[in-house]
Nanobody, 120 residues
Framework: QAQLVESGGGLVQPGGSLRLSCAAS????????MSWYRQAPGKEREWVAS????????SVEDSVKGRFAILRDDAKNTVYLQMNSLKPEDTAVYYC?????????????WGQGTQVTVSL
């Protein structure tokens, strides 16, 4: 069964760092655009960062620019979100997402989410 499994969340103090991992099983994520989203309590899910396939062009949302980076290791079938200088407003459930098109049809997967809490 194809799935994405996140790990690495937890409680961290403001200014700290965390590295989230998203491991793919049942499919090869090298041909997928991989992204991270997050959802804070009472808010809608929002896009955080993406990494394209092949050329590995990355982009991040403005509020995390300079603090977060998305990294992909296709050899390990894993994508990461490196989060530095964390702030309380980064507290959310973080989700991994992969999407590709084959023969004009979308194939997409969501992970189950991992909680990140930034607090003293």
């Amino acid at each position: 069964q194809a799935q994405l499994v996140e790990s690495g969340g937890g409680l961290v103090q403001p200014g700290g760092s965390l590295r989230l991992s998203c491991a793919a099983s049942g499919f090869t994520l090298s041909s997928y655009v991989m992204s991270w989203y997050r959802q804070a309590p009472g808010k809608e899910r929002e896009w955080v960062a993406s990494a394209s396939s092949a050329s590995s062009i990355t982009s991040v949302e403005d509020s995390v620019k300079g603090r977060f980076a998305i990294l992909r290791d296709d050899a390990k079938n894993t994508v990461y979100l490196q989060m530095n200088s964390l702030k309380p407003e980064d507290t959310a459930v973080y989700y991994c997402y992969g999407k590709q098109y084959r023969d004009g049809l979308p194939y997409e997967y969501w992970g189950q989410g991992t909680q990140v809490t930034v607090s003293l």
